[in-house]
């Protein structure tokens, strides 16, 4: 029963098992001149997107809108025209909100068998014509094979962003940290050093999707790329090297919806260098077509630099950081601390659910 914009919630909503839900996705991706290079996270993670969505409007019978991923992990390289798949199904409900994990497989021409590659969290939530949330979806039901599975996992996720929460949180409640605290011997020589403030790139436009909704929100695949492309970018210019992949996003959450009127602008810096990687944050702030002014939650991605034959690249500029800057020294010690739970724990969403 409609009330005004909004639906009302069901006393009892029906429940739908997870494999009610399952979806996947395969395609051969990338431009077929470039056959066997490297492929940029900007598409996987875009189809990573489109198969969320496939996944929470099955369930929900609503139109989904991306409100977050979690700590997204790209190990495995991936090609040019290599034949990649992604499977998704959702893992636990809110009250409008769906929690999605989704696995990405892929096989090279010269292979038998697919290998796991990407694994994720998305968080969608279902809104009706107007953008409104939905609370009346479908309940989930672990009352089937995939949701005996999927209980542990969904309390396993929960528990991983709890920690990685609480491992930052104390950082932001410190305004006297030192250099000598926080950053780490040098394992690699540095030839030359920059400033935070000197690694910024800036951009400004607005997001370029193929379609929009009819409420005007752009989708979130469209922004996911263009992140990616700032984020590369950026390591590229401090590096040197035009060879830099996109290992690992931390937690992205999205609490107001991008539209098409909108310019969104940018700011991309490097917040932390180790030995082949480096992080990208990445700040967000929304022009809205009435003046207004709003900022987003930071992204931050874990860059690996390489060379064009393959192996990691030693990076050998250094960031020069200076005790009155507080805010680069935090940015940093989050870095290395995001860094540090990145290592603990390898892999962590493929050892929870079956292949």
């Known amino acids: 029963m409609q009330n005004g914009s909004r639906i009302e919630k069901l006393e009892n909503p029906i429940s739908r098992t997870i494999e009610e839900s399952t979806d996947f996705l395969a395609d051969i991706i990338g431009d077929s001149s470039r056959a066997g290079e490297r492929i940029q996270a900007g598409p996987v993670l875009k189809m990573m997107y489109d198969t969320a969505v496939s996944v929470a409007l099955r369930h929900s019978g609503y139109r989904p809108v991306l409100l977050g991923m979690d700590r997204i992990d790209l190990p ?13 199904q959702i893992i636990s409900m809110g009250r409008s909100s769906m929690a999605i994990e989704v696995k990405c497989f892929t096989k090279q021409p010269t292979e038998r068998e697919f290998t796991a590659a990407h694994v994720g969290f998305v968080t969608m939530v279902s809104v009706d014509e107007t953008g409104n949330p939905i609370r009346n979806t479908p309940r989930l039901s672990y009352e089937s094979p995939r949701g005996i599975a999927a209980k542990p996992l969904a309390e396993h996720r929960k528990a991983q962003i709890l920690e990685r929460r609480q491992a930052l949180e104390w950082i932001d409640q410190k305004d006297d940290f030192r250099v000598s605290d926080v950053i780490e011997s040098e394992q690699t020589v540095r030839y030359d050093y920059m400033k935070p403030e000197e ?65 969104i602008e940018l700011f991309s810096r490097v917040t932390y260098v180790r030995t082949h990687t480096l992080e990208i944050s990445i700040d967000i702030i929304v022009h809205t077509l009435e003046g207004e002014q709003y900022p987003l939650e930071s992204v931050d991605f874990l860059i690996l630099n390489y060379h064009s034959s393959g192996p990691k690249k030693k990076i050998t500029t250094g960031l020069l950081l200076n005790d009155d800057d507080q805010d680069s020294l935090k940015n940093y010690i989050k870095a290395r601390t995001r860094y540090s739970f990145w290592k603990s724990n390898p892999e962590s969403h493929l050892t929870q659910s079956p292949v």
Request: with cysteine; glycine share 6%; proline share 1%.
């Open 76 to 88: 495995r390289r991936i090609c040019h025209m290599d034949l990649v798949r992604l499977e998704a």
């Open 199 to 263: 690694t910024v790139v800036n951009v400004k436009g607005q997001i370029i999707s193929q379609n929009v909704h009819l409420d005007g929100r752009v989708k979130g695949g469209d922004f996911l790329v263009w992140l990616d492309r700032v984020a590369t970018y950026t390591a590229r210019q401090f590096t040197r090297n035009d060879q830099v992949i996109t290992l690992s996003i931390n937690d992205m959450l999205f609490k107001r919806p991008l539209h098409a009127t909108d310019r």
